[in-house]
Each structure stands twice: as structure tokens, then as C-alpha cells.
């Protein structure tokens, strides 16, 4: 049989096992993990002083990072002392001494009789293989540590690196989130909202004015516009911005579709429903929730968004319990939502729920001198995702440039860029490249049709012109014709049926 004090030590080793476990799990901070195992292995084996040793990850030495129980001024010799016995610790190999003066490793060295040390132990703290640091512990009486005491502190070494290695990661993990929403906020912020003329410097007025308020805003705009970008730089330039900014195309979506994206479902609601699932209220909770082509809404659906608004509630599709959502609005459309309520199809009180102010954002070809700086900005980008030089643009081509009337707005000036960057590989942007691609021919006017010569879009083009030239330059393919005018298929398939083409 053990004896009585072995007992007590197993106790109170096992009982500091579960205490390290609970106290080193509940900590997110690197340095409170690093002075709860200092301590806890200070108690445990009875230890009078101690430090905890980190490497250098550049350099691989070890320095003094805590210390216990030691004046300030001593903690560099101490630190220095113990090199010689961390030496043996860095190499995985744990040091126990339980007569340090009549020790042949330790005896020699000053500080044994300068600190009146008779015990010491050291452990490595390492994370599989790696050995990330050390921990220290010494005692002025003679024979306290035992050969226990070392697989003790060896095992708790084992543990504490874990954690602390895990506390490390999750704040690396915050740092790495915060750095990510920075960059998020910064792309999607008034900077990345490219525009010199008359017409945006009242839009950027206009943003300034709503950011740090929570005022509804519809963002008026032909499609390609960058009303989307509009609603990021509110969002991101508000009190909001370090929560979630979430959108969807209403246009785009079934009604059926639309309501479960927006409200979500429960189990069983519908076929295929095998699992509740929040909608986007939902996930956009505390956040932004941008909804485009509010404008196409079925009148079933105006009316559930109004009720949503005005209760600050929604109910999941097939649900009954009502869900409180803190969701800040923000619409956008191509249309005249007045136009659209005076003629009945679209509810005034949802229009005045919506449309606290109004952001009118004027198509490209109304911004006098924006198609050469926005130019510019798509080829840097352009440039730097490829890894390759600006590209200069000839004078011929940005005349042309110019003067084109870009049904798809700046989406379809997006696109046009990337295709002539793409033909044009190392080289300038000139007109020889409309040679090159027979739907930029047609586009710019350098290719006559059946019909006779294709002059230059003008200003007083109308859509449906617009939409016939890009399906003849596509040559019948829809998806292709969306491209070119920089508009999504569903708005191309819309424009289709409401033109009757």
C-alpha cells in the first residue's frame, strides 16, 4: 500500500488536473494563459520560484517571458541561469535535480549558490514536436521534488502548451477577422465608387448625409450602375459596418422562391424542406440587408416585405412563431417606383416605408468625363489581378470609349476592358483590337450589318434598340447579349418578355 502523504499528493495532483483543464479552456488571452500555468505548476509541486521561458521564433534562443517570486533586477540573471538547464528542456528532455548544489550539472554554476537553490525541475512546453518554451520551477529546501512531481509537470506542460497555443490562434484568428472586415469595408466604401462629374459628386453627398443614420434608402438606377456598391459604401461607412451586409436580386427569384429566401422555412414546410433554415432577415439580424429590383416585387410579396418593415418581425415559411429582426433596408431598382404606384402596381405605403430618401444614380452615359477615370481604375485592377503592367489606352480608342453610349453602364464597360486587355496581352489598348472580335466591331460601329452601316450608339438610342443591337451582335444568344450589355441573364430574359422581342 501507498502511503498516506502519496495519496494526499496524488490527490491533490488530480485535483489540479481538473482545475488546469477548467481554467486554461475558459481563457482567450495568451497572457493569461501563460501566468495560469506558471502559477498552477507553482502549487502544485510546492515550488518556491519559477518562470516560463519562450523561443525566439527567429533566432531560437530562450528568454524570460514571466517570472515568480523574483525581484525585476534579478529576473535576466535568473533567465541566464537557467539557459544551461534549458538547454537540456529544448532538446525534449525534461531536467529534475533534487540537490542542485552537489549536482555535477549545476553545482559550477554562480546562481545555485547566489539563489540558495537545493531543487529545481524544468519541462519543455511543446506542441507535437515543436518545442515553444519552457517551464522553470525551484525550491530553497532540499529532496522536495520528486520523481512524481516531474511526470506531473511534464503532462501539465503537455496540456498548457496546448492551450496556450490555442489561445494564440484564436487571437490570431480576430486579427486575421479584423484585418479581412477592413479590407471588406475599404473595397466596398465610397473609395471604391469611381466618379469626378457633377452628377456622382452629388451622390457622394448624398451617401455622407445617410451613413450615420438609419434612414430608409432607395437607390434609384439604370442596371450596371453600381447601385449595389452604393448601398455597401452605407453600410460600410455606418454604425453597421462590423456586422453583416446581405443582398439579393428580387428579380431574379420565384416568388415561391423569394419568400422562403427572404423569411426562410421550417421542416417540412414544402417539398424538399428537410431542415429548418433561417432566411435572409434573418442572417442580415443587427445588419444590412440589401434588397435589388425591389421593384419587381409580385404584389403578394410587396405586402409581406411591408409587414416585415413595419413589425420588425418576420415568420419563417410554414412557421407560426413570429422571429424580431433589427435589419436596416435598403432597396434598389431601375424603376419609377412613384410611376409604378400611381398606376397601381406597386403599394404607396411600402414606397414610403422604403423610400425615406432617394438616390437617383445617373447612367454612364450622363457622367461627362467618368468613362476615362473609371478607365483607369478597371485596368489597374485588371493589371494587378494578372500580374502585369497598366496598359496604356490609345487616344483613338478612348475617343471611342467615350463616345459610346453604354447601355450596360459601368458593368458593361467592365466587361468591354477585360475582353480588350485580354486581346490585347502584353500590348496597348488601340483600335487594331476591334479587328480582333466581331461583337466589339459591330458594338463600335466597324462592322455594317444586313441592315447597312451600324453607326455608334447614341445618346438617343432606346432600350429596346439597345437590347436588338446586343441580341444581333450576340447572334441570338441571350446570355451572350447580357454580357455584352453587362446585365444579369434574368434581367435580359425580363426586358425580353416586357418588350415583347
Known amino acids: 500500500m501507498l502511503p498516506p502523504s502519496r495519496y494526499r499528493a496524488i490527490d491533490r495532483r488530480l485535483v489540479a488536473v481538473y482545475a488546469m ?22 502549487a502544485v509541486v510546492r515550488a518556491e520560484r519559477g518562470m516560463i521561458l519562450l523561443r525566439d521564433d527567429e533566432s531560437g534562443e530562450f528568454a524570460a517571458h514571466l517570472a515568480r517570486n523574483l525581484e525585476n533586477e534579478t529576473i535576466g540573471d535568473a533567465g541566464a541561469f537557467s539557459r544551461g538547464i534549458v538547454a537540456q528542456a529544448s ?33 519543455p512546453l511543446r506542441i507535437r514536436e515543436t518545442i515553444i518554451g519552457a517551464v522553470y520551477v525551484d525550491s530553497k529546501e532540499d529532496g522536495l521534488f520528486t520523481p512524481d512531481d516531474l511526470r506531473f509537470l511534464e503532462a501539465f506542460a503537455e496540456h498548457a502548451a496546448l492551450a496556450l497555443a490555442n489561445a494564440r ?17 475599404e473595397r466596398a466604401g465610397r473609395g471604391n465608387i469611381i466618379g469626378a462629374s457633377p452628377q456622382m459628386k452629388r451622390v457622394f453627398n448624398l451617401i455622407d448625409k445617410v451613413v450615420t443614420s438609419e434612414l430608409s434608402v432607395l437607390i434609384q438606377g439604370e442596371s450596371g450602375t453600381g447601385k449595389e456598391l452604393v ?30 429566401e427572404l423569411f426562410g422555412h421550417v421542416r417540412g414546410a414544402f417539398t424538399g424542406a428537410d431542415r429548418d433554415r433561417p432566411g435572409l432577415f434573418e442572417q442580415a439580424h443587427e445588419g444590412t440587408l440589401f434588397l435589388d429590383e425591389v ?40 424603376r419609377d417606383l412613384q410611376r409604378e404606384a400611381a398606376a397601381g402596381r406597386f403599394r404607396e405605403d411600402l414606397l414610403y416605408r422604403l423610400q425615406v430618401l432617394l438616390i437617383a444614380l445617373p447612367p454612364l452615359r450622363e457622367r461627362e468625363g467618368d468613362v476615362r477615370h473609371l478607365t483607369r481604375h478597371f485596368l ?47 500590348g496597348p489598348l488601340d483600335l487594331d483590337l476591334l479587328a480582333l472580335d466581331s461583337g466589339l466591331r459591330r458594338m463600335f460601329g466597324e462592322e455594317p450589318d444586313a441592315g447597312g452601316p451600324a453607326a455608334p450608339l447614341s445618346l438617343a438610342t432606346s432600350e429596346r434598340e439597345r437590347i436588338v443591337e446586343a441580341l444581333r451582335a450576340a447572334e441570338g444568344n441571350r446570355a451572350r447579349a447580357a454580357r455584352l450589355l453587362g446585365v444579369s441573364r434574368a434581367t435580359i430574359y425580363r426586358k425580353i418578355k416586357e418588350l415583347e422581342l
Open 380 to 426: 489597374e485592377r485588371i493589371a494587378a489581378e494578372r500580374g502585369k503592367r497598366l496598359q496604356p489606352v490609345a487616344p483613338g480608342l478612348m475617343e471611342r470609349l467615350e463616345a459610346y453610349a453604354w447601355p450596360g453602364n459601368v458593368r458593361q464597360l467592365e466587361n468591354i476592358l477585360q475582353r480588350l486587355s485580354l486581346l490585347a496581352g502584353e
Open 91 to 123: 532538446a525534449g528532455k525534461s531536467v529534475l535535480s533534487f540537490d542542485a548544489r552537489n549536482d555535477d550539472r549545476f553545482r559550477e554554476l554562480k546562481s545555485v549558490s547566489l539563489y540558495g537553490i537545493h531543487a529545481l525541475m524544468c519541462v
Open 21 to 42: 483543464i477548467r481554467r486554461l479552456n475558459s481563457q482567450n488571452d495568451p497572457e493569461s494563459v501563460l501566468q495560469s500555468i506558471l502559477d498552477m505548476a507553482l
Open 231 to 260: 448601398a455597401q459604401a452605407i453600410h460600410y461607412g455606418g454604425a453597421r459596418a462590423k456586422r453583416v451586409f446581405v443582398s439579393e436580386n428580387c428579380a431574379a427569384i420565384p416568388d415561391t422562391l423569394l419568400q422562403s
Open 169 to 185: 490562434r484564436r487571437v490570431a484568428l480576430v486579427a486575421e477577422t479584423e484585418r479581412l472586415r477592413a479590407e471588406a469595408a
Open 295 to 334: 421593384g419587381d416585387m409580385s404584389a403578394t410579396m410587396q405586402a409581406q416585405l411591408l409587414r416585415a418593415l413595419q413589425e420588425g418581425e418576420i415568420r419563417r415559411v410554414g412557421g407560426t412563431q413570429p422571429i424580431s429582426v433589427n435589419v436596416r433596408v435598403i432597396a434598389a431598382t431601375h
